[in-house]
């Protein structure tokens, strides 16, 4: 049986209107601070990356006023902190293509690159209001995926043994999410399709979950949310900075 490690990354804090992104309509006007987090997992031989991250504070602000990566906070650095090569990084699975996910892809000079295929499709021709998102060429940017060798797949893959890439649509249209074996259960890397461990908890006696703000579908989001809650022991999400309150997943092990 394999059995990985995760270290969450924080790549850079994003700012946002907590009722817009975090938790639909509940913190409205509340201004927070969320991670741009990648993911490092390892079974000690494998060294993968889920998404890389947000860029340097300039492009960051221009996202979401106040946003910024201190000095160290770049995927590529942190990576080296740990003692690791970004060039030893042999596959970097992206969960989608929006900005704060996708950065920084060419420090991973041996690696494979894997998006879902309706993700790159509609990176490459969103409607308007996701080209900022997207970095889109329309805006007159050159995305950071754009001169990457990307290989896309359509649906449900074990890629390695003990990570499984399935399909999580919703927050955008070619969403997905990771299942990573490890020696305490399956844990989920949700990406975006879990913004906040606050998206778990109950709306309402009949509402399992708290809708978060972005999404491209919310029938696809709500149904994605019901599949990683399935297939995970732990759920890590997207944005929560609570992630970071362990070096390493599953807790309790050293890195």
């Not at 209107?17 to 490092?40: H, K």
């Not at 599949?227 to 944005?239: D, F, N, T």
Request: contains cysteine.
């Amino acid at each position: 049986m394999h059995s990985y490690r995760i270290t969450p990354l924080k790549t850079g804090t994003i700012v946002v209107d907590q009722g817009a992104y975090v938790t639909r309509g509940i913190g409205l006007g509340i201004e927070v601070g969320i991670p741009g987090t990648a993911w490092y997992v390892t079974d000690g031989r494998r060294k993968i990356m889920v998404d890389a991250g947000m860029c340097p504070t300039e492009l960051a602000d221009w996202h979401h006023k106040g946003s910024r990566q201190d000095p160290g906070e770049a995927v590529h650095e942190q990576l080296q902190a740990l003692g690791v090569d970004p060039s030893e990084i042999e596959l970097v699975i992206l969960t989608h293509l929006h900005w704060d996910h996708c950065h920084n892809l060419d420090k991973f000079s041996r690696a494979r690159f894997l998006v879902h295929s309706r993700e790159l499709a509609f990176a490459r021709d969103p409607i308007p209001p996701y080209y900022k998102s997207y970095e889109h060429q329309r805006l007159g940017c050159l995305p950071p995926y754009a001169e990457i060798p990307l290989e896309t797949i359509a649906g449900e893959a074990e890629i390695l043994p003990g990570i499984t890439i399935f399909p999580t649509p919703g927050h955008s249209p070619g969403h997905q999410s990771v299942a990573v074996a490890t020696e305490a259960g399956v844990h989920v890397i949700a990406g975006d399709a879990v913004f906040s461990y606050a998206n778990l908890v109950p709306a309402s006696e009949h509402l399992p979950f708290t809708v978060m703000g972005r999404f491209s579908d919310i029938v696809e989001s709500w149904r994605s949310m019901e599949e990683i809650v399935r297939r995970g022991k732990v759920i890590l999400p997207g944005h929560d900075m609570r992630v970071m309150d362990h070096p390493v997943y599953p807790t309790g092990i050293k890195i």
